[in-house]
């Protein structure tokens, strides 16, 4: 399983573009990347997977440059609502998952 | 998209006690499902791999008599706190694993808050 490294936390203003990078040097061929969101005291809510190249939802998009060693998880124009802690996970889709301490995005009115 | 439910949202019970708290997939199949534990304002951590027909694997410091799970179909997992202490407190949060063409990845619950008094 791969390690993860993202900033502890981020703050951010509405309307805003927010871009959190996160870090995974040892990354495996068959590893992806995922990312969710989690609210307190809810559980985790998935955004975005992507393997390499960029991949974009309704919500988010991702970048994973070639060498797949980090990658950004792009929001676009944040509200208030998007407050909350964001986690990078990396490792084989069907695996289990070990989450890291994940990175608590603060938005600003 | 996939559905996962728990049962009960919360549960308030008297030290010594046991809670049974059941983990469901609602719209799909899951031969795979986790159990995860979050205390205030830290990360999720794992406890155990829950496997359908199967003995669950328990992560390292996790005990398998305390924490009892039983997976036993395809969308039903549960997860059993014996003689619940105020220290087995926390939110228990479980996963299945859901392949689909575009995305192939974990499904959360909803979470469990288990306060012990």
């Known amino acids: 399983l791969a390690k993860t490294t993202q900033p502890i936390s981020m703050d951010s203003y509405e309307g805003q573009e927010v871009n959190i990078t996160c870090s995974h040097n040892?990354?495996?061929?068959?590893?992806?990347i995922t990312w969710y969101q989690q609210f307190p005291s809810q559980g985790p809510r998935f955004i975005i997977q992507g393997y390499k190249t960029k991949v974009t939802n309704e919500v988010a998009s991702l970048f994973i440059p070639a060498d797949r060693k980090s990658s950004t998880l792009s929001l676009p124009r944040v509200s208030l609502s998007d407050t909350a802690v964001y986690y990078c996970?990396?490792?084989?889709?069907?695996?289990?998952?070990?989450f890291g301490k994940g990175t608590r995005l603060h938005i600003l009115p | 998209g996939a559905v996962v439910s728990q049962h009960p949202s919360r549960v308030i019970c008297k030290s010594g006690t046991s809670v049974k708290i059941e983990c469901r997939s609602l719209d799909f199949q899951a031969t795979t499902m986790f159990w995860y534990r979050q205390f205030p304002k830290k990360s999720l951590m794992l406890m155990a791999t829950s496997n359908e027909g199967s003995k669950a694997t328990y992560e390292q410091g996790v005990e398998k008599d305390k924490f009892l799970i039983n997976h036993a179909s395809l969308t039903l997992s549960t997860l059993t706190v014996t003689s619940a202490h105020p220290e087995d407190s926390s939110f228990y949060i479980c996963?299945?694993?859901?392949?689909?063409?575009?995305?192939?990845?974990?499904?959360f619950g909803p979470g469990t808050r288990l306060t012990v008094l």
């Open positions: 996970l990396v490792g084989a889709r069907d695996d289990k998952i070990i």
């Open positions: 996963s299945a694993h859901w392949g689909a063409e575009n995305t192939d990845t974990q499904y």
């Open positions: 040892n990354i495996a061929t068959n590893d992806y």
